[in-house]
């Protein structure tokens, strides 16, 4: 080339330091994409269990906890806490 050989070094380096630069920025759009996607799926999941949960007509909303009669303690079921079996 026409460059002396502390030039050309110079040259190359700085076409290296430039090409990883590129790289590392392409690598961050990808993950930033994948984490977007996965924020958006699970937001959508939890939309739907929120939904699903609000539909059921059995069971009660305590504020913002849902409680399914079938997890609520009977009365006429009560058990001796003190007791291991």
Do not use: C
Not at 25 to 52: C, D
């Amino acid at each position: 080339m026409l460059l002396s050989p502390a030039k050309q070094r110079r040259v190359n380096q700085a076409l290296q330091e430039l090409l990883q630069g590129l790289r590392r920025r392409a690598q961050g759009a990808k993950q930033w994409r994948h984490r977007k996607q996965a924020e958006k799926s699970a937001a959508e999941e939890a939309a739907a269990v929120i939904r699903r949960a609000k539909n059921k007509p059995e069971g009660t909303w305590d504020g913002n906890v849902y409680r399914p009669k079938n997890f609520q303690e009977r009365p006429d079921n009560k058990k001796d806490k003190g007791h291991l079996h």
